[in-house]
């Protein structure tokens, strides 16, 4: 990229716990978030990666029609690790309308839809007056809120490309800078659980009954999760320690659910993430997967990354942590990636214990073993329905 993009602040909140730390201090311990399915409405088996609190968390007075689970958990991450002021000091020295937000998700407020169809009056079928669809279910909802929220008045846009929703908003805010339209901008993610998400993906056969292990032999699906996350990203900030390298996007468009079988969409995007970087395979120290634990997805996924990589990289997926947050994935990696490279962390691919034969990548079983390992560069890849991809590597500016 011709301009440096540096990473100033950045929080995430998932089933690990509140704010970076709790989630760091989970990865290092290898200690998983997933639980069993306790979440209402649901009646299969499964593990999910749910969020504690979320129902705890009150919105401003002034914003209560923006009430529901997706916007709670958004404020929930707003609070942590000094974002919200982080956003103030923003908005102080480039002005409220020179910021933009770029936000992802895919389900954005949907179970208060869920929750209003529950309600309805008996004989008429009428909604309850509380629903308020503009600003609960709508896919643009949680950028509304945000905008309201923090009081600012430049470009916002929602992207909502599966599951990887918010790894595409780091590349949709370069672009938005470059063309002048803003001077920093506030990318991030959140996605909620909801009984659509966990009945969908169980009604495609792709929900697992256990903690989810990702490209073990006997991986048999995913189990969701939800989460959020915000990064901050300016041009050029002298005391950053870590920069946007690069992106890549693709949409090879291959089937509705599943990934093409040699992960061509998936080689695209790392491809172009590489190049965009200026940057050799053998120069990324880490990467993390998007890792699902489904048959399919796994092995398209290693077969794109022995398009690319060869199998030498050291790779895992955090899946097993967390869940798969869906929209929230991409924001979800790329905090851990920065994680991995401030704190020299190499995340282990929780839960799988025999790796497929089938699967070539060097993923990390032992973070022991690859202790004196030196994290400077990491790619993160999200991979979604329709094979929409994206690829994003961050690292220690040059």
């Known amino acids: 990229m011709n301009k440096n993009i540096s990473l100033t602040a950045s929080t995430v909140t998932t089933a690990l716990g509140v704010g970076r730390s709790a989630n760091y201090e989970a990865l290092k311990q290898s200690r998983t978030g997933l639980q069993k399915n306790g979440f209402a409405g649901i009646e299969f088996d499964t593990y999910i990666g749910q969020v504690d609190g979320v129902d705890d968390v009150i919105l401003p007075k002034e914003l209560t029609d923006f009430d529901c689970r997706n916007n709670r958990l958004a404020e929930l991450s707003l609070q942590q690790d000094g974002i919200f002021e982080a956003i103030e000091e923003l908005k102080a020295h480039y002005g409220a309308g020179r910021v933009g937000l770029f936000i992802g998700t895919s389900t ?57 929703s918010s790894a595409r908003v780091f590349a949709t805010a370069v672009r938005h800078m470059k063309a002048g339209l803003c001077d920093a901008a506030i990318v991030g993610g959140v996605d909620s659980l909801c009984q659509m998400t966990l009945y969908g993906f169980n009604a495609l056969q792709l929900v697992s009954s256990k903690p989810c292990c990702p490209a073990d032999v006997d991986r048999d699906g995913i189990n969701i999760g939800e989460a959020a996350g915000f990064i901050l990203l300016e041009t050029g900030h002298q005391e950053s320690v870590l920069s946007l390298l690069g992106y890549g996007e693709s949409s090879d468009a291959w089937h509705m659910s599943s990934p093409h079988l040699e992960g061509k969409g998936a080689v695209q995007a790392m491809q172009q993430a590489l190049a965009c970087a200026n940057l050799e395979p053998a120069q990324i120290d880490y ?112």
């Open 108 to 164: 954005s407020g949907i179970q208060q839809t869920e929750m209003a169809y529950a309600a309805r009056a008996p004989e008429t079928g009428e909604l309850p007056a509380w629903f308020k669809y503009e600003t609960t279910h709508d896919v643009f909802s949680p950028a509304a809120y945000l905008v309201k929220r923090l009081g600012l008045c430049g470009t916002v846009q929602v992207i909502s490309t599966a599951c990887s």
């Open 287 to 398: 990467i993390n997967l998007h890792g699902t634990a489904t048959p399919a997805n796994d092995l398209a996924e290693d077969q794109a990354m022995m398009t690319v990589f060869s199998g030498k990289n050291l790779c895992s997926s955090t899946k097993g942590f967390t869940g798969h947050t869906l929209g929230a994935a991409g924001i979800v990696g790329a905090v851990f990636s920065c994680i991995s490279i401030e704190e020299n962390l190499l995340p282990v691919s929780l839960n799988t214990q025999r790796i497929d034969s089938k699967i070539h990548s060097n993923i990390v079983l032992d973070a022991s073993s690859e202790a004196n390992s030196e994290i400077d560069i990491v790619m993160s890849n999200s991979f979604g329905f329709g094979g929409s991809n994206s690829s994003l590597i961050i690292g220690r500016p040059a």
